[in-house]
């Protein structure tokens, strides 16, 4: 009952009446995950983490006892998940829980310094004279600029699901294609596969790993930056304040470990940024690599706090967002 209270009172103070007005999630077609989309394990392996998100959504969670892996269950399908991304709907929700009034551009938005380590690793890793194929995963393009200047680039494919950025992608000069990268069928293999900003953006990881693993050359490079927000729910942050609908994964460090390991790749070099920002390089390995295995007690604990919002958070989080307003 108490619970019952503390959750609309959340609710309430996470304006999301007008949140919902941009957009009705209770009023999704949602569907159960019966296996982890991490590392596949059933459902033996799968247990309830929270039950709200960020914005005062209802979006239960689940996490993997084996991967670490946290995921929205029940969450929308690709088509509920496309329609969400392709409406711009995601990026106004972003925009007003933030406060900022922020447009989408790729020029406008410039490098994300959470991405520069990448400067360092890539420019270490490819010579120059040497012309690249790069297939680029969310297309966000603006990496392109960092990319140019750092190594020379013969062919440049952006995988974006989102029609609004791909207007973006196509003025920039791209190769645009539009969808996930699951259903992106390529013959030819890329040198280097960027995965920016997206991570937690995906549907199923292990197969977004599986088909990287398939389209990167043999001397090639997967790049991919990371928030890792179950570093942040363990060290600092309610676990609720990094739930949000637009995000359907959360990997931990582990998660990663599995999502190499099981599509054949090993991790190259790892770098942190910013506090829980990570760079990953990744190689093709050809054998599975030992996995990192849980704290399954560190989740357990995780869970019980997202589950129990005590008066005592509600309070400190109101504080917050008036000294905020
Ligand atoms: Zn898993």
Redesign the pocket.
Same mark, same amino acid.
Request: glycine share 16%.
């Given at each position: 009952m108490r619970k019952n209270l503390t959750f609309r009172l959340l609710r309430m103070t996470t304006k999301y009446g007008r949140i919902r007005k941009i957009f009705d999630y209770d009023k999704e077609e949602k569907h159960n995950l019966d296996r982890?989309p *991490? $590392?596949l394990?059933g459902n033996d &392996?799968l247990h309830d983490f929270g039950d709200l998100d960020r914005y005062g959504y209802y979006a239960k969670t689940s996490w $993997?006892d &084996? $991967? *670490?892996?946290i995921f929205i269950n029940p969450r929308m399908g690709l088509a509920g998940y496309s329609r969400f991304y392709q409406s711009g709907v995601y990026r106004q929700i972003i925009k007003f829980y933030a406060d900022t009034p922020k447009k989408f551009s790729a020029e406008k938005e410039g490098i994300p310094p959470r991405v520069m380590p990448f400067k360092d690793l890539l420019s270490e890793y490819f010579q120059r004279h040497r012309k690249l194929s790069v297939l680029d995963i969310g297309g966000t393009g603006n990496i392109f600029h960092l990319l140019r200047e750092l190594l020379s680039i013969d062919r440049y494919v952006c995988v974006n699901p989102a029609a609004s950025e791909i207007e973006i992608d196509e003025q920039a000069g791209f190769e645009v294609f539009e969808g996930v990268v699951e259903q992106y069928e390529a013959t030819e293999k890329f040198d280097l596969i960027c995965m920016f900003g997206t991570l937690n953006h995906l549907l199923e990881p292990k197969l977004v790993f599986n088909k990287v693993s398939k389209l990167l050359d043999h001397a090639g490079i997967f790049a991919f930056d990371h928030v890792n927000r179950v570093e942040k729910m363990i060290k600092s942050s309610h676990p609720i304040q990094q739930i949000q609908i637009d995000h359907p994964v959360y990997p931990a460090s582990e998660?990663i470990s599995?999502l190499a390991g099981d599509s054949r790749m090993k991790i190259y070099k790892m770098v942190s940024n910013i506090k829980s920002q990570y760079c990953y390089l990744l190689k093709l390995d050809g054998k599975i690599d030992e996995r990192t295995s849980i704290n399954k007690k560190i989740f357990e604990k995780l869970s019980k706090r997202s589950k129990s919002i005590s008066l005592n958070y509600l309070i400190k989080y109101l504080v917050k967002r008036m000294l905020l307003a």
């Open positions: 982890c *991490g $590392c394990s &392996r $993997c &084996r $991967c *670490g892996l998660t599995y």
